[in-house]
Nanobody, 130 residues
Framework: QVQLVESGGGSVQAGWSLTLSCAAS????????VGWFPQAPGKDREGVAA???????SYADSVKGRFTISQDNTKNTLYLQMNSLKPEDTAMYYC????????????????????????WGQGTQVTVSS
């Protein structure tokens, strides 16, 4: 079965950086819509970054200029480089991937919500203190 395994979370001070990784097995992230969804306590998962099948990226306004999503096709791994972290970035960060057979119209990946993704990792905790 498909597995997504996140790593790289931790406790840091505001202004510091972290890089999250999401290793996929039995699933090829190339040419798929994949993304990162943080979930703060008591809140829903909200997408902050995604990579579309054509390699284009999209970001939530709250992280633009600070976070960078990327993927290494040779390692089948998704990354989220997070710079200038803020206390409000504190959350459990989940990576998500679309269903293999799911067809997406151009640009759809950037607007996909939690319900649109089939595969999820177990999450990695990011805590930012002021």
């Amino acid at each position: 079965q498909v597995q997504l395994v996140e790593s790289g979370g931790g406790s840091v001070q505001a202004g510091w950086s972290l890089t999250l990784s999401c290793a996929a097995s039995r699933y090829t992230t190339t040419n798929k819509c994949v993304g990162w969804f943080p979930q703060a306590p008591g809140k829903d998962r909200e997408g902050v970054a995604a990579i579309d099948s054509d390699g284009s990226t999209s970001y939530a306004d709250s992280v633009k200029g600070r976070f960078t999503i990327s993927q290494d096709n040779t390692k089948n791994t998704l990354y989220l480089q997070m710079n200038s972290l803020k206390p409000e970035d504190t959350a459990m960060y989940y990576c998500a991937a679309q269903a293999v057979t799911q067809w997406l119209s151009p640009g759809r990946c950037a607007t996909m919500s939690e319900a649109d993704f089939l595969y999820w990792g177990q999450g990695t905790q990011v805590t930012v203190s002021s």
